[in-house]
């Protein structure tokens, strides 16, 4: 810190209580926010936002993903493994393949926000 500057801080433990109560009031519980941000870390990974906006287009299979992500087929099931584990893909068999979707609107609409924010 340089000599110049300073540190704000609160004399008090908080000064606005009805602001401070409400705010604690609203905020969810910490297991909510705990799966919140496991939700956020899958989006951290870019093959896993390339496999959903694959899945935007169409309901594909695992081969049809690798070969367009030029990615082994290995590789895609490991990726999809955990958008399953997160809800956010779903998958119906049709005899020996697997296809894979969106599993709601609610993927789209969070990545078009996270698209939308990033274009800004």
């Known amino acids: 810190m340089r000599p110049d500057e300073t540190i704000e801080c609160c004399e008090l433990m908080y000064v606005h209580k009805d602001i401070v109560e409400k705010v604690r009031e609203e905020m969810p519980d910490e297991e909510e926010l705990y799966d919140l941000a496991e939700l956020f870390k899958i989006f951290g990974d870019s093959t896993r936002i390339k496999i ?7 309901e594909m299979c695992v081969c049809d993903i690798a070969q367009l992500l030029n990615m082994t087929q290995s590789a895609i099931s490991h990726q999809l493994r955990a958008l399953k584990q997160s809800k956010l893909v779903k998958y119906r068999r049709e005899g020996k393949t697997v296809f894979y979707s ?4 609610h993927v789209r609409t969070i990545i078009d926000q996270g698209m939308e924010h990033v274009k800004e």
Do not use: I, R, V
Request: charged share 20%.
């Open 52 to 58: 959903l906006y694959l899945l935007f287009e169409s």
């Open 102 to 105: 969106l599993a709601d609107g």
